[in-house]
Nanobody, 122 residues
Framework: QVQLVESGGGWVQAGGSLRLSCAASGRTFSSYGMGWYRQAPGKERELVAVRSSGGITYYAGSVKGRFTISRDNAKNTVYLEMNSLKPEDTAVYYC????????????????WGQGTQVTVSS
């Protein structure tokens, strides 16, 4: 069982930056792949970035080059550094974990955080 708690969301002007954090419980954090997802009003939840336990990363095309996913296994924490933010990045951002990379990529991981709101104004 993994419990996830996100933080770091907020309001920012277009072009600005935010860093999201996700703290995970459990002693086997390093064995889990981690992902960030987002859901905008009226839209389906979508994958933003994934980082496997082995360090493989995947980014959605809409954020590639602007967002960076990283993890600190000593702190049981995964981060999402978001730069050059755009109004279309406005959404609730969710952290998720799974031992299966394929489930992370298919937006079907087993463990989810409660989400944190990111609002980007133009």
């Amino acid at each position: 069982q993994v419990q996830l708690v996100e933080s770091g969301g907020g309001w920012v002007q277009a072009g600005g930056s935010l860093r999201l954090s996700c703290a995970a419980s459990g002693r086997t954090f390093s064995s889990y792949g981690m992902g960030w997802y987002r859901q905008a009003p009226g839209k389906e939840r979508e994958l933003v970035a994934v980082r496997s336990s082995g360090g493989i990363t995947y980014y959605a095309g809409s954020v590639k080059g602007r967002f960076t996913i990283s993890r600190d296994n000593a702190k049981n924490t995964v981060y999402l550094e978001m730069n050059s933010l755009k109004p279309e990045d406005t959404a609730v951002y969710y952290c998720a974990a799974d031992e299966s990379y394929s489930r992370l990529i298919s937006t079907a991981p087993n463990y989810w955080g409660q989400g944190t709101q990111v609002t980007v104004s133009s």
